[in-house]
């Protein structure tokens, strides 16, 4: 199963709302999750089960979608967003991740 | 407190062979499926290989199948990556990685990771 991010990379302002789309080459229901990563660092689970968030995570990070259509939204990005997202897909196995988006500051 | 943390990597030649370690505490080890997920420098993340808690399934990425073995010892909390065979394009991070929950046989979101452990094939 093959999963396509867009776009690789953003640029935005403090406050902006942000979305991110993760496609999936065939359906997965919703096994889904979405992962925030910061450089030199490990990444972190922020959304699974599509739209579950995970505990400690801030509430403007929300997941949805199912099937193959998959989104990402930050509603307001915050100084600590600023870093690279990926989604991966918990179907089956091999569990893979989509290509990356870069979150930068505009 | 939930901790995993990988040991092992290091320098290697081309061709040559590393045994990467992760070592878990602070949860019932034995009973989740363990992931090992690679980053090579620059580039995004790839999923390597996972085992079953019992240890008697295991799963391979194309890239990684006959050349890596995955394993663990439960007595020791321990995870382990033979790496064999190894190929420029292997240099990595090796992240060791657990799953949220123990009922999907490893099919699941990671929401613990190691540190880390860096591999480096080169001449």
């Known amino acids: 199963i093959q999963l396509t991010q867009s776009p690789s990379s953003l640029s935005a302002s403090v406050g902006d709302r942000v979305t991110i789309t993760c496609r999936a080459s065939q359906g997965i229901s919703s096994y889904l999750a979405w992962y925030q990563q910061k450089p030199g660092k490990a990444p972190k689970l922020l959304i699974y089960?599509?739209?579950t968030l995970q505990s400690g995570v801030p509430s403007r990070f929300s997941g949805s979608g199912s099937g193959t259509d998959f989104t990402l939204t930050i509603s307001s990005l915050q100084p600590e967003d600023f870093a690279t997202y990926y989604c991966?897909?918990?179907?089956?196995?091999?569990?893979?991740f989509g290509g990356g988006t870069k979150v930068e500051i505009k | 407190e939930v901790q995993l943390l990988e040991s092992g990597g290091g320098l290697v030649q081309p061709g040559g062979s590393l045994r990467l370690s992760c070592a878990a505490s602070?949860?019932?080890?034995?009973?989740?499926?363990m992931s090992w997920v690679r980053q090579a420098p620059g580039k995004g993340l790839e999923w390597v290989s996972a085992i079953s808690g019992s240890g008697g399934s295991t799963y391979y990425a194309d890239s990684v199948k006959g050349r890596f073995t995955i394993s663990r010892d439960n007595s020791k909390n321990t995870l382990y990556l033979q790496m064999n065979s190894l190929r420029a394009e292997d240099t990595a991070v090796y992240y060791c990685?657990?799953?949220?929950?123990?009922?999907?046989?490893?099919?699941?979101?990671?929401?613990?990771w190691g540190q880390g452990t860096m591999v480096t094939v080169s001449s």
């Open positions: 602070g949860f019932t080890f034995s009973s989740y499926a």
């Open positions: 991966q897909q918990l179907n089956s196995y091999s569990l893979t």
């Open positions: 990685a657990k799953p949220i929950t123990m009922v999907r046989g490893g099919t699941d979101a990671f929401d613990i």
């Open positions: 089960a599509a739209s």
